[in-house]
């Protein structure tokens, strides 16, 4: 089993619902990733209203031999109200054994592969039982079908009830300078007490920093400019590398449909941010001096 290395390249905006990249686009990025040492791909079932993974699929079928080389990630859970879903009646979540077999098998064949790198719970679900879950996890490894484990979102109560049963090796939550509350609610703190490897959503916090009619923001983007000129690099870089800087060895999964922004996020595993430079970005997070 490969670790997996930072950065992460997620795909939720590759497809419907953002670029709608063609099979020779979808190539184009996973071929420019795999160049540049990125070959960890994030998806769930849901991305593009279930069509994604299958799109994502096609462009790896090219090359038969491009699955040795790519690490999946998916997530199952969230169940969406979608043409392509048409017995959906509302948004509901579904952890339920069966759910998450049917989820995981169907992935597998969207993508056209026998085995995921990694399967997610995407949501916490007020009605999941952890047995439940963890008896779908045995039968998945047991086939083959899954190599690791974990959940997405999850606090940490969420996670220690889950891991008296099964063993939990990711936690995919949102993590960024626009979103810092994992650094303060536990999550993180429950990564390094359980070796549990956090993984960060929306790392560039989606580019909303840019909205400079937000004070907040326009504070926090001045401030990571003054570090990017320090340092020498850019303003994506310090972004990454403040999430990086914590203990717990945050993974950032990057949405982005620019190769250029993955490689600002790999340049990022190069940048060490002294702990006062953190401290000065996080006070501009904050707003005001510490206690
Ligand atoms: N587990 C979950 O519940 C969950 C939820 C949401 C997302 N995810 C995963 O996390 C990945 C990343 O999330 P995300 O795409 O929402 O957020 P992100 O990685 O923080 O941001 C990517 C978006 O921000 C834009 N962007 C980044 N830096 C920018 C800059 N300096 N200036 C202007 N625009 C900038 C990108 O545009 P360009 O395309 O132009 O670069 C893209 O639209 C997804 O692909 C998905 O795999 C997981």
């Known amino acids: ?11 939720m905006r590759w497809g ?7 099979t020779k686009q979808y190539r184009t990025m996973i071929d420019a990733c795999l160049q540049h040492g990125i070959n960890t791909f994030d ?18 079928k090219e090359d038969l031999s491009l699955r040795d080389r790519i690490q999946l990630i998916t997530k199952c859970g969230i169940q969406m109200m979608t043409a392509n879903r048409p017995h959906h009646q509302i948004k509901s979540y579904n952890t339920s054994k069966e759910h998450i077999i049917h989820s995981a098998e169907t992935s597998l064949k969207h993508f056209g592969t026998s085995y995921l790198d990694v399967l997610l719970i995407h949501r916490p679900d007020p009605l999941m039982h952890p047995h439940e879950i963890a008896e779908a996890v ?4 047991k086939q083959g079908k899954i190599l690791q484990f974990g959940v997405s979102n999850f606090l940490p109560h969420h996670v220690n009830a889950l891991r008296r049963f099964v063993e939990i090796d990711y936690n995919q939550v949102e993590i960024s300078i626009i979103h810092t509350a994992p650094f303060l609610n536990g999550v993180l703190d429950n990564c390094l007490e359980h ?6 959503w929306a790392p560039l916090g989606g580019g909303l920093f840019n909205d400079d009619s937000s004070p907040h923001f326009r ?5 990571a400019n003054e570090f990017a000129e320090k340092y020498s690099t850019g303003i994506n870089q310090i972004l990454v590398a403040f999430l990086l800087k914590h203990p717990s060895k945050i993974i950032p999964v990057i949405g982005t449909t ?20 953190w ?3 996080w006070t501009a997070v904050i707003g005001e001096d510490i206690p």
């Not at 419907?16 to 063609?22: E, L, R, T």
């Not at 070796?195 to 960060?200: D, G, K, L, N, R």
């Open 16 to 22: 419907k619902w953002g670029a709608q990249y063609s």
């Open 219 to 223: 504070r926090i983007v001045s401030s």
């Open 258 to 277: 620019k190769v250029e922004r993955l490689l600002q996020a790999k340049e990022a595993n190069t940048i060490f941010l002294s702990r006062e430079d």
């Open 279 to 281: 401290f000065k970005l």
């Open 43 to 60: 998806h769930a079932d849901i991305y593009g209203d279930y069509t994604t993974e299958e799109e994502f699929g096609n462009a790896m």
């Open 138 to 141: 045995f039968h998945l490894k």
């Open 1 to 11: 089993m490969q670790k997996i290395a930072s950065p992460v390249a997620g795909c």
């Open 195 to 200: 070796h549990i490897i956090p993984m960060a």
